[in-house]
Nanobody, 126 residues
């Protein structure tokens, strides 16, 4: 069983920054993939960024150049640094994990992840 606990959400103005954290118990595995997803009201959950046990990253086009995913294995923590935030980034952000590496074209698909956190709200006002 993998436990995921997100934190760091909040309210910011457009152009501001936030850093999300996710403490994940998956980091004891030799191979894994972890990711951030988000879901806005009335919309489907979408992949934002992922990173795997080799440090390979993937980003949604909508966040490239603004968001950075990283991990600190020693702290069992996944991060999402979000800069230049826009009102359309408003959503509940979820941390997800899978206990195996994933081909890059699957890494932002919600259907391949077995473990999910409870979510943290991010609100960006204009």
């Amino acid at each position: 069983q993998v436990r995921l606990v997100e934190s760091g959400g909040g309210s910011v103005q457009s152009g501001g920054s936030l850093r999300l954290s996710c403490v994940a118990s998956v980091y004891t595995d030799s191979g894994y993939c972890v990711a951030w997803f988000r879901q806005a009201p009335g919309k489907e959950r979408e992949g934002v960024a992922s990173i795997d046990s080799d440090g390979s990253t993937a980003y949604a086009d909508s966040v490239k150049g603004r968001f950075t995913i990283s991990q600190d294995v020693a702290k069992n923590t996944l991060y999402l640094e979000m800069n230049s935030l826009k009102p359309e980034d408003t959503a509940t952000y979820y941390c997800a994990a899978e206990r195996r590496r994933l081909a890059i074209w699957f890494r932002l698909s919600r259907n391949v992840y077995s473990y999910w956190g409870q979510g943290t709200q991010v609100t960006v006002s204009s």
